[in-house]
């Protein structure tokens, strides 16, 4: 049995396949095709955090593969009256055949993980996003091939999404030029990577964006991080995605946003509403990819 915390659970091989799925479930989604492999099996989507897309896509996901799907939040659920992750966990996965789940520490859903019979799936945590790199690089393949050898890069927080990127330069072969302000930086060792040779570090984020394949962005105050919102406005005030930056990219470079998207904040209103973005489109894989990957998780390869 296997799970996805983070973006380094799976190899590049299995990668390869996902993507590769993922295109085949799109292409028979968009042509009304059936494509029920998961009948009879349910999903468990647990939120300790809010959402809009990770909800929709993977519940639409599931039940376009003919499954179904049991949604808790921590406020009606025991999770928000002090039940143990493990005891939900031993219980949650004799009843379903999958559980995602949206979290805070990473260590939560670990210890979920380990009390589980079935397969777990990272919906967020503080520390990792995989599901959305896992469509964003399917996204980026869809619009311009394969990624290996290119530049990402990362303007902005040092935060799951920026953990989850250098995760994948490492095990995908491409490079991330990083730019966070002064005490947002990425930290090699909870990014959870190998070595430190697929990523470069820039203060200015116009430097980093130069010749990038890519440029992407989060929010500046990640869920769980409010109190922290005024310090924050401050620090990222440079940390704007705009055109200057998306000039100074590779002519054909692509801009992605895992949404939501505060324009103004952390990118601006031309460059998320402009030709260079594929915001909707990465949205929209968020469903194939996870399609592909809860198929994977409980069927193993398909022919
Ligand atoms: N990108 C993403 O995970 O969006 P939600 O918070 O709406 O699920
Ligand atoms: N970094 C953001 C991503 C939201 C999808 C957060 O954790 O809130």
Not at 49 to 70: C, D, I, P
Not at 139 to 157: C, F, L, M, P, Q
Not at 187 to 206: E, H, M, T, W
């Amino acid at each position: 049995m296997q799970h996805y915390l983070q973006f380094k659970d799976f190899s590049a091989d299995e990668y390869a396949y996902l993507f590769a799925r993922a295109a085949l479930i799109k292409k028979k989604f968009k042509a009304y095709e059936k494509h029920h492999t998961l009948v009879d099996r349910t999903l468990a989507m647990i939120f300790e955090k809010a959402s809009t897309r990770t909800r929709v896509s993977f519940e639409a996901g599931m039940y376009q593969l003919g499954g179904s799907v049991v949604h808790l939040t921590t406020g009606d659920s025991q999770l928000g009256r002090a039940e143990p992750i493990e005891d939900s966990a031993k219980v949650i996965s004799r009843m379903t055949d999958l559980v995602m789940i949206r979290t805070y520490e990473q260590t939560k859903i670990e210890r979920f993980a380990a009390n589980s019979r079935v397969p777990v799936i990272n919906g967020l945590t503080n520390e990792f996003h995989p599901c959305q790199v896992l469509a964003d690089i399917f996204t980026y393949i869809e619009h311009r091939g394969s990624i290996a050898g290119k530049t990402v890069a990362w303007v902005g927080d040092g935060n799951n999404m920026a953990n989850t990127w250098l995760q994948a330069a490492d095990l995908l072969g491409f490079t991330v030029h990083v730019s966070t302000p002064s005490g947002y930086e990425v930290k090699q060792s909870v990014a959870g990577l190998r070595s430190a040779n697929s990523y470069r570090v820039f203060d200015d984020p116009l430097q980093a964006c130069q010749g990038a394949h890519l440029v992407t962005t989060d929010v500046w105050t990640s869920m769980g991080y409010e109190a922290e919102n005024e310090a924050r406005r401050a620090a990222f005030a440079s940390w704007c995605v705009n055109r200057a930056m998306m000039a100074a990219a590779a002519p054909d470079a692509l801009f992605m946003h895992c949404l939501p998207a505060h324009r103004g904040e952390e990118v601006e209103a031309e460059v998320i509403d402009g030709p260079q973005s594929v915001v909707w489109d990465e949205a929209e894989n968020r469903m194939h990819a996870q399609k592909a990957l809860m198929e994977y998780l409980l069927l193993g390869r398909q022919s």
